[in-house]
């Protein structure tokens, strides 16, 4: 019950994208608005939901049996792809190139995308000792994904966030295709623990991998006909979608899985900082031990999560290689003087500064060893406001953000969390009040 009632509070919500798409025949744009009108019930529900999803779940893929939910058959483009860590090939399901210029567009012209940074992942994950999970916020159409979740068959799993609608339906057909059964795909966006319980996602009609949750990207505000064809050189509208959502701290409490990732790979058009404010007790009790991360400054100020603060959270939980704000500067200048598609997207690394602790307590949580239970922030208890001021507690409720030891968890009194928690504001530090020793629940 702690853990529910705490998450309820703690929980957050990330966005999706969504566009109105100019495609192949129709295709997909029939099966968009066919789409609608069953989902209504489901539309109202999420609409209805006003804070992060308590108790994600993941997917249950075989609901894609008998084909994509949104997209239609039509608009599946298979491409075989090299594994990383073989000599096999393994298939992705691409949007058509005229609706998706660079990721899919790339690999329909055989130049693959992103097959850089899935070597390098692999190898690093044979490195660090081929134990452990990879958590992969943004997973798109599975062009990293899958070539992972085949890199690490019989070693770990995927666990794969996605919201956007159509795109989710063009990574788990590739999931379905392969017949691979390490990969766990979160269909919601994902945000802080204060972000509503729905965002709407804006579905770039020309770039699948570029589509925002709106307001973070400018091409999610246009307004006209003209605005739109002004952006894109084209005559396209842009499509958008409501999209549940969830914390990566929600994800944590309610999958083990989330304790023992090896490495994360973070790319989600602008709203990375929100699934970080999100994901504090992850990152700093259970912290992937390499983050490979897209810190695009402009985007992350528009969704109001400074890339200062950023950087400067990534430090205080314990990772090196962190860059500078110059640097992302100048990255994100060079990357929008080129005009051309590129094959790999604009990331940067990062490491804990233990990695061999790091690693050893991803191998011994991945293995079903001794693993750290899950600490809690306290919550302020609950007063009657009709009482009397000194009927209510005096108290100060401490914030447990580092684990002070492997067998307590703090136990959550109410549902009421501190506002000054320093677990729930990034870039912050601890409260300097006097803590209480943790308790199990």
């Known amino acids: 019950m702690a853990a529910a009632a705490f998450a309820a509070v703690l929980t957050s919500a990330l966005s999706a994208f969504a566009l109105k798409v100019q495609q192949e025949p129709g295709h997909e744009q029939l099966s968009l608005i066919q789409a609608q009108d069953p989902g209504q019930e489901q539309l109202s529900l999420i609409q209805a939901q006003k804070v992060p999803l308590e108790d994600p779940k993941p997917a249950d893929i075989t609901a894609w049996s008998d084909g994509p939910k949104v997209v239609g058959p039509k608009d599946l483009h298979h491409v075989q792809i090299n594994s990383s860590r073989g000599s096999h090939t393994i298939g992705v399901e691409a949007f058509h190139w005229s609706v998706d210029f660079e990721m899919s567009g790339a690999l329909l012209s055989g130049k693959g995308w992103g097959e850089n940074l899935t070597r390098q992942l692999c190898s690093d994950y044979q490195a660090y000792g081929d134990v452990g999970n990879i958590l992969d916020v943004g997973a798109s159409i599975g062009a990293i994904t899958i070539p992972l979740a085949d890199c690490l068959t019989g070693k770990g799993k995927v666990l794969a966030v996605e919201g956007m609608p159509p795109t989710v339906d063009h990574l788990v057909m590739g999931i379905l295709g392969n017949k691979m059964k390490n990969v766990e795909v979160y269909n ?24 925002a949750v709106k307001g973070d990207k400018p091409f999610t505000e246009l307004i006209g006909f003209q605005a739109m064809h002004d952006f894109f050189k084209a005559n396209v509208a842009v499509k958008d979608f409501e999209v549940m959502l969830t914390t990566g701290d929600n994800m944590l409490l ?13 790319d989600i058009g602008g709203h990375e900082g929100h699934f970080l404010k999100g994901s504090q007790i992850l990152f700093t009790q259970f912290p992937p031990c390499s983050v490979t991360i897209e810190l695009t400054p402009e985007w992350l100020e528009r969704a109001g999560t400074p890339v200062q603060d950023i950087l400067d959270q990534f430090t205080n939980w314990g990772y090196v290689d962190v860059p500078t704000v110059e640097h992302l500067n100048v990255t994100q200048n060079r990357r929008e003087m080129f ?45 009657d406001p009709a009482s009397e001021p000194g009927d209510a507690t005096t108290e100060e409720a401490p914030v447990m953000l580092n684990s002070a030891r492997a067998d307590e968890t703090t136990q959550s009194v109410s549902v009421v969390v501190d506002e000054s928690s320093a677990a729930l504001k990034m870039g912050e530090k601890p409260p300097s009040s006097k803590r209480k020793k943790a308790r199990s629940i």
């Not at 919601?188 to 589509?211: E, I, Q, R, Y």
């Not at 309610?254 to 973070?266: R, S």
């Not at 061999?356 to 239970?373: D, F, N, T």
């Open 339 to 383: 005009s051309a598609s590129v094959s790999d997207p604009p990331v940067t690394s990062m490491i804990q500064k233990d990695m061999q602790k790091c690693r050893e307590r991803v191998k011994s949580c991945a293995s079903g060893g001794e693993c750290p239970r899950i600490e809690l922030p306290r919550a302020v208890p609950v007063t």
């Open 188 to 211: 919601f966006a994902v945000g802080a623990s204060d972000d509503p319980g729905s965002v709407t996602m804006s579905l770039n009609p020309v770039d699948k991998g570029g589509s």
């Open 254 to 266: 309610n999958n083990p899985a989330m304790k023992a990732i090896m490495m994360a790979k973070i």
